[in-house]
Each structure stands twice: as structure tokens, then as C-alpha cells.
């Protein structure tokens, strides 16, 4: 088991910024790629980013290219989400998870999610 958990989210301004933090508690966190994504209700869960294990490789939706930076502190069992020059079309419930070792791209363990709104 993994327990996750988001902080960091709030209101900003667009072309402000915020950094989300998700803890990691249980199982060794660095054993685990790890992801962002976010979810409008409505609408379905989006990827956001991902970071592999060692914090070498990193990818990003095109939407956040060039403006989020995902980041890992393995000491530390904490991924961080850097959002910079942040739009209305950002706001959204942001949600971080653990990646399978075994079957990339299935998330087996997600954070409760933090509430992210950026006014235009």
C-alpha cells in the first residue's frame, strides 16, 4: 500500500503560479514512477505529467508543456508540481498517483486530490 497525499492547491491569478507537493507514505516510494493529473467535473481524469522513479525521465501533456515542471525528492517521498504562467483552463481538481512498477500507465494508488483555481 501507498498513501498519498496532495497539498498546495488554492486560488491564483492567471499568470500566477502555485507548487503542489503530494507526500507518499508505506511502500518504498522510489520504487514507484509517479503522476499528475487533473479532472474538471464532468469531465474525465487527464494526464498532466510523470516522472520516472530515479527522477531522470519526465513527460508532459502538451497543454502544461513549458509551463508545469514535475520534480521528485526520493529522501524526501514527495513529488512536486511546479505550475507556472497558469490559465483559467488549469483549474481543476489535481490529483497525484503511483505508477504500477509491473504495468506502466496503471495507476494503482491516488491521492484524494487538492483544488486548483486560476481567475482570469
Known amino acids: 500500500q501507498v498513501q498519498l497525499v496532495e497539498s498546495g492547491g488554492g486560488l491564483v491569478q492567471a499568470g500566477g503560479s502555485l507548487r503542489l507537493s503530494c507526500a507518499a507514505a508505506?511502500?518504498?516510494?522510489?520504487?514507484?514512477?509517479m503522476g499528475w493529473f487533473r479532472q474538471v467535473p464532468g469531465k474525465e481524469r487527464d494526464f498532466v505529467a510523470r516522472?520516472?522513479?530515479?527522477?531522470?525521465?519526465?513527460t508532459y501533456a502538451d497543454s502544461v508543456k513549458g509551463r508545469f515542471t514535475i520534480s521528485r525528492d526520493n529522501a524526501k517521498n514527495t513529488v512536486y508540481l511546479q505550475m507556472n504562467s497558469l490559465k483559467p483552463e488549469d483549474t481543476a481538481v489535481y490529483y497525484c498517483?503511483?505508477?504500477?512498477?509491473?504495468?506502466?500507465?496503471?495507476?494503482?494508488?491516488w491521492g484524494q486530490g487538492t483544488q486548483v483555481t486560476v481567475s482570469s
Open positions: 498517483a503511483a505508477d504500477n512498477p509491473v504495468v506502466p500507465g496503471i495507476y494503482d494508488y
Open positions: 508505506g511502500r518504498t516510494f522510489s520504487s514507484y514512477a
Open positions: 516522472i520516472s522513479r530515479s527522477g531522470g525521465s519526465t
